[in-house]
C-alpha cells in the first residue's frame, strides 16, 4: 500500500511563497508520474502539475510561470513551490501518483488571502 503524506500548507498573503511536500512511502522511481492537484468546495479537483519518472514536468496554464514541481528521489518526496500566489490558487492541494494503481494523499490547505 503506498501513502503519501501531504505538509507544508498555510496561510499566506497574496504575492508570497509556499512551498508544499508529498512524502511517499515507497520509492517514487517505480512512479510513472507524480503530481498536484487542488479543489475548492463544490468545485471538481483540478491538475496543477505533473512530473514524470524521467523528470519531465508540466503545469496547467493558471499556475504556469509561478509553480515549479519537483522532485527528490533519494527522500522520495515530491515538492511543489508556489510563488506569486494569488486569492484564486486557495484550495486543498493533493499530491497524486501514478502506479499500477492511483494513490492521492490526505491533502494540505492553501489559503492565500490578506
Known amino acids: 500500500q503506498v501513502q503519501l503524506v501531504e505538509s507544508g500548507g498555510g496561510l499566506v498573503r497574496p504575492g508570497g511563497s509556499l512551498r508544499l511536500s508529498c512524502a511517499a512511502s515507497?520509492?517514487?522511481?517505480?512512479?510513472?508520474?507524480m503530481g498536484w492537484y487542488r479543489q475548492t468546495p463544490g468545485k471538481k479537483r483540478e491538475w496543477v502539475a505533473t512530473?514524470?519518472?524521467?523528470?519531465?514536468?508540466a503545469y496547467a496554464d493558471s499556475v504556469k510561470g509561478r509553480f515549479t514541481i519537483s522532485r527528490d528521489n533519494a527522500k522520495n518526496t515530491v515538492y511543489l513551490q508556489m510563488n506569486s500566489l494569488k486569492p484564486e490558487d486557495t484550495a486543498v492541494y493533493y499530491c497524486?501518483?501514478?502506479?499500477?494503481?492511483?494513490?492521492w494523499g490526505q491533502g494540505t490547505q492553501v489559503t492565500v488571502s490578506s
Open positions: 515507497v520509492n517514487i522511481l517505480s512512479a510513472n508520474t
Open positions: 497524486r501518483a501514478e502506479f499500477s494503481a492511483v494513490y
Open positions: 512530473i514524470t519518472n524521467s523528470g519531465s514536468t
